[in-house]
């Protein structure tokens, strides 16, 4: 995440820039508050303060380099593993923080599961990625258990059909798109509360773009969503929430119609009529 | 002394080339540089390569070719009865090259002669030979050089593309350059072939390979011609492979674990410090590796094992293989190292977001996924542990054992080589030419090795790129 | 689409509630599996620290114990007495020639003047003992110290002759005195007289100029380093004049004009496997083809830069293709741009930019070949040589191989050579590696 120089005069966005917080506590799985993020002595994130509401989809969106790809690595601490990264403030997971001291990162990172932009299956076979976490976890008790877990969560993927003859070969001998939704089936086969996806659709054409939409939009029903996308596009499909981040600021955060048909802010406004971006 | 003298009039006669060229080059165009195709420079150049570079290629392929011819000229000029034995025979080769080093000294005066007079006569012509070889060297090759420069100092003229014709003289010196490595390989493997084929004429090659009995020694006694010694080279093969095991076994999980340690948990200070002391190790010459093992390790081990009631012998194989590994730690760590920074970060990422500790994600994706390439480190660690050559000669055994025990004595194919080749010794008895038998095998399992571990490491690397 | 699913339909209402319910079982197997995950993390990690703990100690180990053998090489003891001088024994005619002053028997003044300390000492035997305290050199020292000062014949001159090794390591505690004598190389009549001696403040410790001044000896106290030394300088300057040119014209040519075919190929291959070819094997052919077949003379540095040449030429090539690829391709293309031709725009723009990584392979590559010995081994310049070769024609040995031959001997007095031969060959290598990463540092550029 790079910040351009101008990151540093901060732009003043009202406190009450149109998103309605719901109060700590009140429904909200994910709530965030004054998160700062450091990298080395630059900053990368401002006061950020957002609520994610659970089994609904929030995208993020803004131009590149904005921050909403950091501040989605700080929902389950991916940034822990980044030489120099410092975040401060407090989000909450279920009304704890998760920064927290008494916090287990594995722990919180087998609630709070990930997929990323390229589509990275272990050079594995199809099998063993799934298997993968639940192997890590210890959450098979026999093989028996572990097929069924690896079946249903290629299942929930929509990828059971495609590779149900196939499960020995290696995951990365997949077409891009079927190995994003392999990726999204190792997410869930630890069944976690809380789904970030990085840019998931990026590097893959328009036909797998559509299915990877369509299983989120199934998947919302059991899972948190948390969406980070370029296309204003795709946020308008498939999220219910959408989130505008510039130069580390969160402009704005409301109902994805909200949002795109009647922003509050001049910089939402700008960005989703394509004024910059 | 004489011919770097020569070689200095070369280039003296190269540099005038170079300023008459040059001069030459601005006056056919009546000074005005800018009429000609190339820069006067380049004029210059043109000159000064024809002169130098013909002449010193002469001067090349007259010090190599040289004492053959004269070793020709003088040997048949001797008298017959001093190449014949009493019986009537011819004498071998041994006598020959005697003769001829005996020749050698007397012309070059190193020797007061009291050699039968035909020596001294063949020594006298050997050395009037000599000077006249020397002097008609001198005269060719400066005559070469001045004549090259001489055509080229006519074809100057503004139209004459003196860039392009230097350029191209330049593009051969380096096609010429890179011949050097394939001419070494093939020198490499013609040599050692050349004279493994005539050991093979006195021993058979299954006894070389099968035999199980190697004793060279026995050689030297007569120069009777099939009484050699015995020259079965398991033991060494064994020898050779249970030292580069124990080499292995020590340096493989060191220097994968540091090298895991300082890619995956060190922090970048740690990094920058650790890691050069790492490659100090790998610069240590292997002779200082050889005086540590025999005079500091092998000690230690002895003394250790006699205290738990084990005889250990003081050149065990245990002691050259310890620290043969230590030499190959920092080989096998920054292999291993190169091989695990290159598995891209998204697999790392993709394993902590699914909440699998550091350990877990090492062992489980990092590992699996880097081992093509680590295996190819390994291999090339293990073709370099069979070629450590100081090491073993100054820290392991003559005697050829063939046990599997490491606290005894063994002999590897290497230190054989050196025993066999080191001294003075008739270049052409069973005994030296074994030597070379066993280092074009040698040659070939490092050869072998290192293909299929470069082979594994380019497949690996193109898998990530 | 935008809106929540209102029609959500009990079976998937169910699944929700199963998902609800597996997941606090999960979190608490996580959990339970926790302490678990952590204590083989922390295994693991402790693994790393422990292999690079000990690889650092094994490094730590061998410099500790070659310094510790090593570092009292660096101070040598002598004698230093009254010795008389006597004109009828040296100089009878009283002419002052330098020849007759060099040709005197000064083995049998410092005996007198050594015997003269204990008078008590007479019969054959003891005096041959105690004559074994003086090196083979001490005679010389007294001639040169004569020859320095003829003024003192007649009277007595103060002197420094060389002790023999055993008694210099007497004095520096190498031989325990406190042994019985059938356990140590002096008797304890010897080990008396030396006492004596040294409390009497004749025996004096000064730093060992022969150990750099001097060639190789088989007596330790007069055996030195200088030949070596400078038949390793002859090799090196050799490896250095024909592999540079050699591998930056091949590395220049492979990655700026070859054509990519199955000829360059075929030389990168050889390229590589020769980087990875045993050293010795280089050794085999410098002795097949360039002493066999060319009839170079055995044990010069010339044959030993030649061999040293083809085996750092993998190394300086491989560096110096690297060197030119870093060089970005927008120099080229702004250099062609302006019409240069090919050769001038790698002349003037690609090399000056490469020459900072070529010229540090090439040092790391005559760091490898100041340390090599094994091919030396093959072609001879393992003699023993005790002249300082004055050229790269004659007979030879370098600092490694010096090594190699010192470590065979038992004397502890060759022992302490040994190891200080190798702390002047690592000081070395250490400077030119130093000398690599201050090139590299100083001129490294980013792009």
């Known amino acids: 995440m790079k910040t351009s120089p101008s990151a540093q005069t901060s732009i003043e966005i009202p406190p009450t820039a149109g998103f309605p917080l719901v109060s700590q506590g009140e429904g909200a799985k994910i709530a965030a508050r004054d998160v700062n993020v450091f990298y080395g002595d630059k900053q990368a994130l401002r006061n950020i303060a957002l609520d994610i509401k659970p089994n609904e989809v929030t995208a993020f969106i803004g131009p590149s380099g904005c921050g909403k790809s950091t501040f989605l690595r700080c929902l389950n601490r991916m940034n822990d593993i980044i030489d120099g990264c410092r975040v401060t403030g407090s989000i909450n997971l279920d009304e704890e923080d998760i920064y927290h001291r008494r916090i287990d990162v594995v722990q919180l990172r087998a609630r709070i599961g990930m997929v990323f932009q390229k589509p990275n299956p272990f050079p594995k076979s199809i099998y063993e990625n799934v298997a993968y976490g639940p192997r890590i976890h210890g959450l098979a008790r026999n093989k028996t258990d572990l097929d069924e877990i690896v079946q249903t969560s290629l299942e929930r993927a929509g990828l059971l059909g495609e590779v149900k003859d196939r499960m020995d070969q290696p995951g990365t001998g997949l077409s891009g798109g079927q190995q994003q939704r392999l990726c999204i089936a190792r997410a869930i086969a630890v069944n976690p509360e809380v789904i970030l996806m990085d840019e998931p659709c990026s590097a893959l054409d328009p036909i797998a773009t559509a299915k990877i939409e369509e299983l989120i939009d199934e998947l919302r029903q059991n899972y948190t969503i948390v969406i980070v996308t370029h296309s204003m596009q795709q946020a308008a499909r498939v999220s219910q929430r959408t989130a505008f981040f510039h130069l580390g600021n969160l402009v704005e955060c409301n109902d994805t119609e909200q949002i795109f048909t009647n922003p509050q802010h001049k910089l939402t406004q700008g960005y989703i009529t394509g004024r910059f971006g | 002394m004489q011919i770097l003298f020569l070689i200095a009039v070369v280039l003296g006669l190269m540099l005038i080339g170079f300023r008459f060229g040059r001069l030459r080059s601005v006056r056919v165009t009546g000074g005005d540089a800018r009429q000609l195709h190339s820069l006067p420079t380049y004029y210059g150049l043109y000159v000064a390569l024809w002169c130098g570079l013909p002449a010193l290629l002469l001067l090349a392929a007259w010090m190599a070719l040289e004492p053959t011819i004269i070793r020709m000229i003088v040997l048949d000029s001797l008298p017959p009865d001093l190449l014949l034995q009493p019986d009537g025979q011819t004498i071998n080769d041994a006598r020959l090259s005697l003769l001829l080093t005996d020749i050698r000294n007397i012309a070059s005066g190193n020797i007061a002669s009291q050699s039968e007079p035909a020596v001294i006569a063949a020594a006298g012509r050997y050395a009037s030979l000599l000077q006249v070889s020397f002097g008609a060297m001198v005269v060719v090759v400066l005559s070469v050089a001045m004549g090259g420069a001489a055509a080229a100092y006519r074809f100057i003229a503004p139209q004459f593309r003196a860039r392009n014709r230097v350029e191209n003289i330049i593009k051969m010196m380096m096609v010429a350059c890179s011949l050097v490595a394939i001419l070494t390989t093939l020198g490499i493997i013609l040599s050692l072939l050349f004279e493994t084929l005539r050991f093979f004429t006195e021993v058979p090659v299954t006894e070389f390979l099968f035999g199980t009995n190697w004793s060279p020694q026995t050689a030297m006694r007569s120069d009777q011609v099939g009484s050699s010694g015995a020259f079965g080279a398991v033991p060494l093969f064994a020898g050779t492979m249970m030292i580069a095991m124990i080499a292995m076994t020590v340096a493989v999980p060191i220097g994968l674990l540091a090298a895991i340690y300082m890619a995956e948990y060190a922090p970048r200070n740690v990094r920058t410090v650790v890691k050069p002391l790492l490659e100090i190790l790998a610069g240590i010459p292997t002779v200082v590796y050889g005086f540590f093992a025999a005079l500091t390790v092998a000690p230690l081990i002895r003394e250790t094992g006699g205290l738990l009631g084990l005889s250990v012998s003081s050149e065990s194989a245990l002691a050259a293989g310890l620290v043969m590994g230590i030499m190959i730690i920092p080989f096998v760590s920054s292999l291993s190292d190169d091989v695990i920074t290159a598995v891209p970060q998204s697999m790392r990422e993709g394993s902590y977001g699914l909440g699998a500790t550091r350990s877990e994600t090492i062992k489980r994706v990092i590992f699996p996924a880097a081992l093509p390439g680590i295996v190819g480190g390994v291999l090339l660690a293990v073709s370099r542990a069979i070629g450590e050559t100081m090491i073993v000669v100054m820290a392991a055994g003559l005697a050829a054992n063939l046990t599997a025990n490491p606290l005894e004595a063994v002999t590897t194919v290497t230190v054989q080589i050196v025993t066999l080749l080191v001294g003075d010794q008739e270049f052409d008895s069973a005994k030296t030419l074994a030597a070379f038998a066993l280092g074009l095998l040698l040659f070939t399992v490092t050869l072998v090795l290192n293909v299929i571990a470069l082979h594994v490491v380019r497949k690996y690397r193109e898998q990530y790129e | ?447």
Do not use: C
């Open chain 3, 1 to 447: 689409m935008a809106t929540v699913d209102e029609t959500m339909d009990t079976r998937s209402a169910q699944a929700a509630r199963a998902a609800q319910a597996g997941r606090s079982q999960i979190a608490e197997t996580v959990n339970a599996g926790l302490g678990r995950r952590y204590r083989s993390e922390r295994r693991f990690r402790a693994y790393g620290v422990l292999a690079i703990v000990l690889a650092l100690s094994m490094l730590a180990t061998l410099f500790v114990t070659i310094i510790s053998k090593g570092y009292t090489a660096f101070w040598q003891n002598s004698l230093n007495f009254e010795v008389a001088l006597p004109a009828d024994v040296i100089d009878p005619q009283g002419t002052r020639d330098p020849k007759v002053l060099a040709s005197a028997n000064y083995l049998g003044l410092v005996r007198d003047a050594l015997q003269a300390q204990f008078p008590e000492v007479d019969s054959r035997q003891e005096r041959r003992a105690l004559f074994a305290m003086l090196s083979d050199s001490a005679p010389y020292d007294l001639q040169d110290a004569v020859l320095d000062n003829p003024g003192a014949i007649g009277g007595t001159i103060k002197v420094r002759v060389s002790l023999d090794d055993d008694f210099d390591m007497l004095a520096k505690g190498h031989i325990n005195a406190d042994l019985p004598q059938d356990q140590r190389r002096l008797t304890d009549v010897q080990v008396a007289w030396f006492q004596s001696l040294e409390q009497r403040g004749m025996v004096e410790a000064h730093f060992n100029t022969a150990l750099f001044t001097n060639g190789d000896s088989r007596q330790a106290e007069s055996a030195g380093i200088l030949g070596a030394v400078v038949g390793s300088l002859f090799v090196v300057a050799v490896t250095l004049a024909l592999s540079f040119p050699i591998g930056v014209a091949t590395a220049v040519y492979l990655e700026e004009f070859a054509p990519k075919n199955r000829f360059t190929d075929l030389i990168e291959v050889n390229i590589n496997n020769l980087a990875a070819v045993p050293s010795i094997v280089f050794g085999l052919l410098g002795l097949a083809v360039f002493l066999q077949f060319f009839g170079l003379p055995r044990s010069a540095p010339l044959v030993g830069g030649l061999v040293l040449t083809l085996m750092t030429l993998p190394t300086i090539i491989i560096a110096s293709r690297a060197a030119l690829k870093s060089v970005p391709p927008s120099i080229r293309e702004a250099a062609l741009g302006l019409g240069a031709s090919k050769l001038q725009m790698i002349l003037h723009h690609v090399l000056p930019l490469a020459m900072p990584g070529m010229l540090t392979g090439t040092i790391i590559g005559m760091a490898q070949a100041l340390g090599e010995s094994a091919p030396l081994l093959m072609i001879g310049m393992v003699a023993f040589v005790v002249d300082i070769p004055n050229g790269p024609l004659d007979p030879a040995t370098v600092l490694p191989v010096q090594i190699f031959l010192w470590a065979d001997s038992p004397e502890r007095a060759f022992v302490e050579r040994t190891s200080a031969a190798i702390m002047v060959l690592l000081a070395f290598l250490v400077f030119m590696n130093a000398a690599a990463v201050w090139l590299r540092k100083r001129f490294e550029r980013r792009w």
